[in-house]
C-alpha cells in the first residue's frame, strides 16, 4: 500500500501500489475534474504531482497524457489523474476551485430567509419523576405531558429515551416534525434548532446551513460533485449507473460529497450534526434519483420515464446523510424527466405562479432549463444545452477558478481579465461568451460560426488581431493568450470546433425559448424580464449573452441575475411547510414541453445557431 495525499484539502489515503491518481481521489472523497469519465479521451483531470523522481514519473506518461500535456506542463509535473499510475507516496496538487464553489452558493452567510415556519417545533418539559406509587413508562410520561396528539411510536426515538430522561433528571426538550417525536434531548434546547436545504447539481453540491427559529443562513458552503469524475453530464452518469454496484458508488459518493460540507459548515458554526432536524434537497431528476440510489436507466431513452415526480420524504438514517437520523429529507417534486426539482426550487423563489406579465427564467448550468410565465400558464423545457459553459469540451476550457479568464474585450488587440487577476489557466463559461460576442462583433467570427479565413476581409482586421488567426491541426484557431503572457506558457486559443460546441450550447438554449414563446403566443417584445439563475446567469456579460444570441433581443436592463434560485427555493421549502405545498402545486401546475420530438425545436435549433440569430428577424418564430 502506498499513501497519496491531495492538496489543498489536506485528505490523506492509503491506496494499493499501480493504483491512478483518480482511484486514490475518489477513495479519498477528492472530486477531481473530468469529462470523459475516466477515458483519458478529455484532458480536464489535470493535477500537478510532486515529483520527487522526475525521471520515473515521466517514464510512467500514458500517450493521453503525452497528448494533452505540453513539454512545461510535464515539467512542472502535470499529469492526467486519470491515466497515472502511482507507485510509490505522493503529494497531488489539485486547483483550488473556491470561485467556482462560492459563486454556486451566490447567498451571504447571515441572510435573512425572510420565512421561520418550519415544521420543527421544540418542547421543553418537566416531568415528574418515576416512583414506586408512579410507574408509567418512559415513552408514555413524554407523550402525556406534550401538547401534541397522535404522536406514534418512534423506535429510534424510544431506544435512547431512558438515558436521556435520566440524564436530564426529567428536564427535557422533545424534537417534533408535526406529529413525528424525532428526538429528546436533555435539559432546554428549544433556542437551538437546525435545518439543511441542499442543491444537488451535475456539477456542484451546494449545502445552506439554516437555523430554523431565525429564519437565517448562517453558513453555506460548495464543493464539486465528486460524481463527475464519471463523467460531466447526466447521460454519462446514468451510464455509469447501470449495475447496482455502481449506482450504490454513485449514491455513496454523492452523499459523502455533501456530508463533507455539512461537517465543514457545522464546525465553523459549532453545531453539533444531532441537531439538523430537517433537509431540503433539490436537483435535476438525474440528480435526485442518484441520490436516493434509484436506478435512473430509464431517463436516458425515450420516452424518459423517471421513477418518480411526486415529492419523496425518507429519514436521513436511511442515505448516510449527515443530519439526525430520524430528521425527514424532502425531495421537492419533480416537473419531467429532464425537469427537476431544482426548476420547481427555481419557480418557488421567483414566485412564478404570482408574477403578472411574461417572464423568462432561464437557467444554465450543466443542463439548460427554460421557464416561461405568462398568460396564466407555466411552461418549461430543458435543452441538452451540455456543459460547454462549464469548460467542458473546450480546448482550454476550465471551471470558474483563478486564473480562468472571465472577461475579454477586443479593439486593435485583445483584452483579457482573469478571476485573481492573475495569469491567464483557460478559459470559463463567461469569458467564453464575453470571447465570442467580441469576436462577432469584431468580424473575427462571421455571423454563421466560420472563423475568418477570406483574404478580402482579414485584410480589414487590426494586424494584431490578423496575426492572432492561424490554423493548427488542421483547425482554424483564434489565440486568445499567447504563451508568454499564460499561466503555463502554453498559447490559449479558442478552436473553430469550441465555436462549434458554443453554436449548439446556445442554439438549444435559444430554440427552447423559441419554442415555449410560440407555444404560450407571445413575441419578444411582450417580455417583462428575463431572469438568469445559477452561477453562470450571475456573471454573464449581459451584452454579450444578447451578443450571440443566447437570448431573445430584450432591452438589456429587463435581463437580471437572481443568483442560485434553486437554492433559494430548497431554504423556502425547508422554513415554510406551506412553501413546501406551494412547491407541490407548481409541479402539478407546469406544462412541461418534451423538445426531442417537437419539429419547432429542429426549426429553431436550425435558426438559433448563427450568432446573429437575433439581427435576422427570427426571434418570435
Ligand atoms: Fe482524465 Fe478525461 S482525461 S477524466
Aim: overall charge neutral; hydrophobic content about 45%; aromatic content about 4%.
Amino acid at each position: 500500500m502506498i499513501r497519496v495525499k491531495f492538496l489543498p484539502s489536506d485528505r490523506t489515503v492509503a491506496v494499493p501500489a499501480g493504483n491512478t491518481i483518480l482511484q486514490a481521489a475518489i477513495e479519498a472523497g477528492v472530486p477531481i475534474e473530468g469529462v470523459c469519465g475516466g477515458n483519458g479521451l478529455c484532458g480536464k483531470c489535470k493535477v500537478r504531482l510532486q515529483m520527487d523522481n522526475t525521471k520515473a514519473e515521466k517514464g510512467r506518461l500514458t500517450p493521453a497524457e503525452r497528448k494533452f500535456l505540453a513539454e512545461d506542463d510535464i515539467e512542472a509535473g502535470w499529469v492526467l489523474a486519470c491515466q497515472h499510475p502511482l507507485f510509490e507516496d505522493a503529494v497531488v496538487f489539485l486547483r483550488d476551485l473556491k470561485d467556482v464553489h462560492e459563486r454556486k452558493i451566490g447567498t451571504a452567510d447571515s441572510e435573512k430567509v425572510g420565512l421561520h415556519e418550519s415544521s420543527i417545533k421544540k418542547l421543553h418539559v418537566v416531568l415528574k419523576k418515576p416512583s414506586l406509587e408512579d410507574q408509567c413508562a418512559d415513552w408514555e410520561r413524554l407523550i402525556d405531558a406534550l401538547p401534541v396528539g397522535n404522536i406514534a411510536f418512534s423506535r429510534l426515538a424510544a431506544s435512547s429515551l431512558p438515558q436521556t430522561l435520566r440524564n436530564g433528571k426529567f428536564n427535557v426538550t422533545a424534537v417534533l416534525d408535526d406529529a413525528r417525536l424525532l428526538a429528546v434531548e436533555p435539559g432546554d434546547t428549544t433556542a437551538r434548532a437546525f435545518g439543511l436545504a441542499i442543491d444537488i447539481g451535475t456539477t456542484t453540491l451546494a449545502v445552506y446551513l439554516i437555523d430554523l427559529n431565525q429564519g437565517i443562513v448562517l453558513a453555506s458552503g460548495a464543493a464539486t460533485n465528486p460524481q463527475n469524475v464519471f463523467g460531466a453530464d447526466v447521460i454519462s452518469r446514468i451510464a455509469y449507473a447501470s449495475s447496482p454496484d455502481a449506482l450504490r458508488e454513485l449514491q455513496k459518493i454523492v452523499v459523502g460529497g455533501i456530508n463533507g460540507i455539512i461537517e465543514s459548515l457545522t464546525e465553523k458554526t459549532h453545531i453539533n450534526i444531532s441537531e439538523i432536524y430537517q433537509v431540503v434537497v433539490v436537483g435535476n431528476t438525474t440528480m435526485g434519483h442518484l441520490f436516493l440510489g434509484i436506478d435512473p436507466s430509464f431517463l436516458a431513452r425515450a420516452p424518459f420515464i423517471p421513477v418518480f415526480n411526486k415529492a419523496v420524504e425518507v429519514n436521513a438514517g436511511e442515505l448516510g446523510l449527515a443530519a439526525l437520523e430520524t430528521s425527514s429529507v424532502t425531495l421537492l417534486p419533480n416537473v419531467a424527466g429532464y425537469v427537476g426539482s431544482d426548476t420547481v426550487g427555481v419557480m418557488l423563489a421567483v414566485g412564478a405562479d404570482r408574477l403578472e406579465g411574461v417572464h423568462l427564467i432561464v437557467d444554465i448550468g450543466t443542463n439548460g432549463e427554460i421557464i416561461l410565465v405568462g398568460k396564466g400558464r407555466i411552461l418549461t423545457c430543458s435543452t441538452a444545452a451540455g456543459p460547454a459553459f462549464e469548460g467542458a469540451k473546450i480546448r482550454h476550457g476550465m471551471r470558474a477558478a483563478e486564473g480562468a479568464i472571465e472577461r475579454v474585450s477586443i479593439s486593435s488587440d485583445v483584452e483579457a481579465m482573469t478571476i485573481g487577476s492573475g495569469k491567464p489557466a483557460g478559459i470559463c463559461g463567461s469569458g467564453l461568451v464575453d470571447a465570442l460576442s467580441e469576436m462577432v462583433r469584431t468580424g473575427i467570427v462571421e455571423g454563421s460560426g466560420r472563423l475568418l479565413d477570406r483574404p478580402e476581409r482579414l485584410a480589414s482586421l487590426p494586424p494584431a488581431l490578423r496575426q492572432r488567426l492561424r490554423t493548427a491541426g488542421g483547425q482554424a484557431e483564434f489565440v486568445l493568450v499567447r504563451g508568454q503572457d499564460s499561466a503555463d506558457r502554453s498559447d490559449i486559443v479558442i478552436t473553430q470546433k469550441d465555436i462549434r460546441e458554443v453554436q449548439l450550447a446556445k442554439g438549444a438554449i435559444m430554440a427552447g425559448i423559441r419554442v415555449l414563446m410560440r407555444e404560450m403566443k407571445v413575441g419578444t417584445e411582450e417580455i417583462e424580464q428575463v431572469l438568469l439563475a445559477g452561477a453562470f446567469g450571475n456573471y454573464i456579460g449581459r451584452a454579450s449573452s444578447l451578443g450571440i444570441g443566447l437570448l431573445p433581443f430584450v432591452p438589456i436592463e429587463k435581463i437580471k441575475a437572481i443568483g442560485n434560485a434553486a437554492g433559494k427555493g430548497a431554504q423556502m421549502a425547508l422554513l415554510s411547510a406551506e412553501e413546501r405545498q406551494r412547491a407541490f402545486v407548481l409541479a402539478q401546475r407546469t406544462r412541461h414541453m418534451e423538445l426531442s420530438t417537437d419539429k419547432r425545436f429542429q426549426e429553431a435549433f436550425i435558426s438559433s445557431l448563427a450568432f446573429d440569430c437575433n439581427s435576422q428577424g427570427k426571434a418570435n418564430l
